[in-house]
C-alpha cells in the first residue's frame, strides 16, 4: 500500500519554523515589524480562505473558510484600528516578507488540487499554519512586544487562534473516514 503524503503543511511548518527563530536570534524585532507580521499572518489566511471559498465544495471545509476570513478581517481591523490610535505605521520586514512567499507558494499549490485532495490540502495547511502562527505570537512575538496595547492584542488573539486550530482538526479527522 502506497502511503500518500501531503507535503504542503510540513513545507509550511518546516519555513516557518527555520525563519522565525532564526530571525528572532539575529534581530529584534520593533514594535512596527510585530504589527506588520500581525497583519501579514491574518491577511495570508484571509486569502487562503478565499481560494477555498472558491473551489472547495464541501460545506465543513466552506464553513471553516468562511470563519477564517471573518475572523482575520476583524483581527486586521483591531490592528489598524490599534496602529492608528498609537500612530504606528507597521514595518514591512524579512519575516513579512517571507510570510508572504510563502503563502504565495502555498496557494498556487492549493489551487492545482481540487475535490477531496484541495479540501485535505487546505485543511492539512491551515492546521499546520496555525500551530505555527501560535508558537510565534506566543514564543516571539508577545515577549517582543515593547507597547502593552499591542502585546494585549496579540494576547486576546490567541485564544481565537487555538479555536481555529481545534476546529482545523476536528474537520481534518472528518476528513480522512
Known sequence: MKKKTNFIPIILAS????????????SKLTDPEIASI????????????????????????IHFAETMAN????????AVALVTKLKVTPKDNAVSKKLTADA????????????????????????????????VVEGTLI?????????????????AL?????HAEMIQKSLTK
Open 15 to 26: 519555513l516557518l519554523g527555520l525563519s522565525f527563530p532564526s530571525f528572532a536570534q539575529n
Open 38 to 61: 500581525a497583519v501579514t499572518a491574518n491577511q495570508v489566511d484571509i486569502d487562503q480562505a478565499a481560494v477555498a471559498l472558491k473551489l472547495s465544495k464541501n460545506p465543513d471545509v
Open 71 to 78: 475572523d482575520h478581517k476583524a483581527v486586521i481591523g483591531q
Open 104 to 135: 504565495t507558494k502555498t496557494i498556487a499549490d492549493l489551487k492545482k488540487k481540487s475535490g477531496k485532495a484541495f479540501d485535505k490540502a487546505y485543511v492539512d495547511n491551515e492546521v499546520a499554519y496555525h500551530k505555527a502562527v501560535i508558537g
Open 143 to 159: 515577549p517582543a512586544t515593547a507597547n502593552s496595547e499591542l502585546k494585549d492584542l496579540l494576547q486576546k488573539v490567541v485564544p
Open 162 to 166: 487555538k479555536a481555529h486550530l481545534e
